[in-house]
């Protein structure tokens, strides 16, 4: 249909809907919700920017109409403001720093490049021909500091910082998630100083779409915020991570959405070293503690797996003292039995990505995969 068509039938929806309120609140929330698709349809057909920017504003109301009406018939109080909801996944102030993550340096540099520095400098790069805007998708093992980076990222441009989950957006109410996606892009669009919204397991958000209508209707509202945010007038960057990039929306991973990719791998020596330090800080430490071998013989290993060695070889002389009452500190032999008993969790994902890589030869995770191979 073209756009005429699609707003006409949107207003008569719309006007079904305020008759049937009352008397048929069940009957108004779908007439909300059809007039809020009829109008993101619309939006999708105009070539006119603020039409565009109208389209939406209205279609997110409605959204907001039908999630209000569906609350009232359930508990017959008023509902909740879905932007109370948002507000609670805000970090007005991230601490976090990329200096306070441990190697990655290759990672770091390619998120400054794509991310930071067009975001604060949006005139050289737009000199320099190059678009500003849209995302990010960080894939990888899981356990490798996806969300870490994230967070350090909102910390280097010096902006607020949205941990979102697919959880806290998605609803078993049609229409409810597309008013959680409009109540995240407006409350982030308030920000002072801009916003950095990361979508943490983005698989369960933005994975291909069903034949479910609501699947359909939520990832085209994600699609239509997310198109809005390359405006010069908004501050907005987006990141994404997941374990499985192959199962993302083709749609969501086209230029000006996250069209950039990044890999994020299990921790290289640098970046072992220096989280192997920081778990055994203020742990008393024999002198025959061999960090350099530690290193070496945990490659491979993702973040969250040198945590739980950590506390697997402080568990042994634990142990050993609830049952002796004889006090020794943690040993290097205490790291070799654990180490004996412990294998990189990384090791199914890779499995996993090249099978998918032998039937998907084309896809563009396989360089990044097949480079993350290699031995340091």
């Known amino acids: 249909m073209d756009e005429l068509t699609l707003v006409a039938q949107a ?20 007439s909300f919700l059809s007039a809020a698709h009829l109008l993101i349809q619309a939006s999708k057909e105009t070539p006119a920017v603020e039409a565009k920017k109208r389209y939406v504003e ?33 970090i007005a102030k991230p601490k976090t720093r990329f200096k306070d993550i441990g190697g990655l340096s290759d990672v770091k540099d390619e998120i400054r490049l794509k991310i930071i520095e067009p975001f604060k400098h949006p005139e050289i790069f737009r000199k320099y021909g190059k678009k500003v805007g849209g995302g990010i998708l960080m894939f990888g093992p899981p356990g490798c500091g996806k969300s870490l980076l994230a967070e350090a990222t909102a910390g280097e441009a010096d902006v607020a ?26 409350v982030a669009r308030s920000q002072p100083k801009g916003a950095i919204i990361f979508f943490d397991e983005f698989e369960a958000l933005g994975g291909v779409r069903g034949d479910e209508v609501h699947e359909r209707n939520f990832v085209s509202q994600l699609l239509t915020e997310m198109d809005s945010v390359g405006n010069k007038s908004q501050k907005i960057l987006l990141i994404a991570a ?10 969501l991973r086209r230029e000006g959405r996250f069209g950039t990719t990044v890999f994020v791998p299990p921790p290289d020596a640098e970046a072992r070293e220096a989280i192997i330090a920081l778990h055994l800080q203020e742990r008393p430490l024999d002198g025959d503690i061999d960090v350099p071998l530690l290193v070496k013989k945990t490659q491979g290993c993702s973040g969250a797996d040198l945590k739980a060695l950590c506390e697997s070889a402080t568990d042994i002389p634990l142990k050993e003292y609830l049952a002796t009452k004889k006090a020794r500190n943690i ?33 563009e995770v396989a360089n990044a995969i097949a480079h993350a191979s290699r031995p340091e």
């Open 11 to 30: 207003k008569e929806q719309m006007m079904r809907a305020k008759e049937l309120e009352t008397s048929k609140p069940e009957e108004s929330r779908k």
């Open 58 to 90: 209205v279609a997110n109301s409605l959204y907001w109409h039908a999630h209000a009406v569906e609350e009232q018939r359930v508990s017959g109080l008023p509902a909740s403001e879905p932007e109370e909801k948002i507000k609670g996944m805000l």
């Open 331 to 363: 040993a290097m032999r205490d790291f070799e039995t654990a180490l004996a008993k412990k294998t990189p969790t990384t090791k199914p994902w890779f499995s996993l990505a090249a099978a998918h890589l032998k039937t998907n030869p084309d896809d």
């Open 161 to 186: 910082f949205f941990n979102v989950k697919a959880s806290d957006l998605k609803s078993k109410y049609v229409g409810e998630t597309e008013a959680n996606i409009a109540a995240l892009f407006k």
């Open 242 to 251: 997941t374990n499985v990039p192959w199962a993302i929306d083709i749609a």
